[in-house]
């Protein structure tokens, strides 16, 4: 089963940006759909963009314009870029693929005002 590794996350102040990372340990990632996900403690995990093979994008309106997810397959790497960033961003991100049903273990971004 594909192993899926998030980092990039922090602590950062309102405004700022962050760069998100998923390296995902398999050989079909090129040819994966995959999607960045957050989660809030009590709350339903929450879709933020879902990434094609190709690299075609599909966001969720509440970080369109903001957030920007693309993937490098020849790196097996997908990322998140993460731009103005506000309070109410902090969470845990996860990556996810859709042909293997699986999900990586998080990585916090803290958002201070």
């Known amino acids: 089963q594909v192993q899926l590794v998030e980092s990039g996350g922090g602590l950062v102040q309102a405004g700022e940006s962050l760069r998100l990372s998923c390296t995902a340990s398999t050989i079909n990632f090129s040819k994966a759909p995959m999607a960045w996900y957050r989660q809030v403690p009590g709350k339903e995990r929450e879709r933020l963009v879902l990434?094609?093979?190709?690299?075609?994008?599909s966001y969720a309106p509440s970080v369109k314009g903001r957030f920007t997810a693309s993937r490098d397959n020849a790196k097996d790497t997908m990322y998140l870029q993460l731009d103005n960033l506000q309070p109410e961003d902090s969470a845990a991100y996860y990556c996810?693929?859709?042909?293997?049903?699986?999900w990586g273990q998080g990585t916090q971004v803290t958002v201070s005002s």
């Open positions: 996810y693929s859709y042909t293997d049903n699986s």
């Open positions: 990434i094609g093979p190709s690299g075609t994008t």
